[in-house]
């Protein structure tokens, strides 16, 4: 099943408790992207990834960074999680076709809490 | 920087009355797409509009782009219970790098039966 698996699905730490959230998507697609939803600000994009070893930043990159080492993992770090962070992210993936945007694969969500 | 805005922020209908949303962004989109997120899940891609004045149907949707690309709508007839959740519209900004997207707020609709 084409899938994005996100895990963890929900987290609980503190103040400055290095995090790591995973993301992997077995349809391989060229593009992934992460995303932070908090209520009445939709979607807001944090990182995105063309490739491998090609990353760049999207509204909201401070206090974040991710890695694309293979085309099917993209992990979203967070070296010093503060409270602010707390928010439900999401990662998507989806092909490029020859620079036309295509629809996005979301994965189901990972909800941090951070105290 | 690119601001996508889109009204309203909530809409409560009865079912079999109609709905609307609206998506205007600051610049020039190169397209934009929209996607539908039932409530407790993640958003699901609808469609992709690219052309200026285009018009596309899916059933009861209507999605539309406006002719200067920097607004959009979509539009439900007749709404069911089903069509719950929150609407989100995303479009790149012309001219940024590929792969930068930008979504509005979201509209989300309830449907009382």
């Known amino acids: 099943e084409a899938q994005v698996t996100q895990n963890p699905r929900y987290l609980i730490t503190v103040t400055g408790k290095k995090l790591t959230v995973t993301c992997s998507q077995n349809?391989?697609?060229?593009?992934m992207s992460w995303y932070r939803q908090d209520p009445g600000l939709g979607l807001r994009q944090i990182y995105y990834?063309?490739?491998?070893?090609?990353?760049d930043k999207g509204d909201v990159p401070e206090g974040y960074k991710v890695s694309r080492k293979e085309k099917r993992n993209f992990p979203l770090i967070l070296e010093s999680p503060s409270p602010n962070q707390t928010s439900l992210y999401f990662c998507?993936?989806?092909?490029?076709?020859?620079?036309?945007?295509?629809?996005?694969?979301f994965g189901d969500g990972t909800r941090l809490s951070i105290l | 920087g690119q601001q996508v805005m889109q009204i309203p922020q909530y809409q409560h209908v009865q079912e079999g009355e109609d709905f609307t949303t609206y998506c205007n962004s600051s610049?020039?989109?190169?397209?934009i797409q929209w996607y539908k997120q039932r409530p407790g899940g993640h958003p699901v891609f609808l469609i992709q509009?690219?052309?200026?004045?285009e018009v596309k149907k899916q059933k009861r949707l209507t999605f539309q782009f406006g002719e200067a690309k920097k607004n959009s709508s979509l539009h439900i007839t007749a709404t069911q219970t089903t069509d719950v959740g929150t609407y989100f519209c995303?479009?790149?900004?012309?001219?940024?790098?590929?792969?930068?997207?930008?979504f509005g707020q979201g509209t989300i609709l309830t449907v009382h039966p």
């Open positions: 998507a993936s989806s092909p490029v076709f020859s620079g036309v945007y295509q629809p996005q694969h």
């Open positions: 349809m391989n697609h060229e593009y």
């Open positions: 990834s063309m490739n491998v070893e090609v990353t």
């Open positions: 610049t020039t989109l190169s397209n």
């Open positions: 509009l690219v052309k200026s004045g």
């Open positions: 995303a479009g790149p900004q012309t001219g940024t790098s590929y792969g930068k997207l930008t």
